[in-house]
C-alpha cells in the first residue's frame, strides 16, 4: 500500500512539475533602455531583510549586462491598517 501511495505521489509531483508553466519577464524602467532582470537572481529573506544578490541590468543600446547587490531593511508601523479612526476618542 505505502508503495501505491509513494509512486502515485511521485507521479502526480512530476505530472504538476511538467505542465506547470510560469511566465516571467525583465521590468522595464521607464524612460530608459534599462532592464532589470529580478528572475534571475537570488533572493534571500531573513527577519526584517530582503537581499538580493546579484541582480542582472542589462543596457539594451550596448547589449552590456551590469550586476548589482541589493539590500532592503523593512520596517513597519505598529498598526499598518489602523489609521487616525482606531485612535479612542
Not at 530608459?32 to 538580493?52: K, L, M, Q, W
Request: include cysteine; charge should be neutral.
Amino acid at each position: 500500500m505505502k508503495k501505491i501511495i509513494k509512486k502515485t505521489l511521485i507521479s502526480t509531483l512530476a505530472c504538476s512539475t511538467l505542465f506547470t508553466t510560469s511566465y516571467v519577464s525583465a521590468e522595464t524602467v521607464s524612460g530608459s533602455d534599462i532592464n532589470v532582470h529580478f528572475e534571475a537572481s537570488n533572493i534571500v529573506g531573513s527577519g526584517r531583510s530582503i537581499n538580493i544578490h546579484r541582480v542582472p541590468v542589462v543596457i539594451d543600446s550596448t547589449g552590456e549586462t551590469l550586476f548589482f547587490d541589493v539590500s532592503f531593511k523593512l520596517s513597519l508601523d505598529s498598526n499598518p491598517l489602523c489609521q487616525d479612526s482606531c485612535r479612542p476618542n
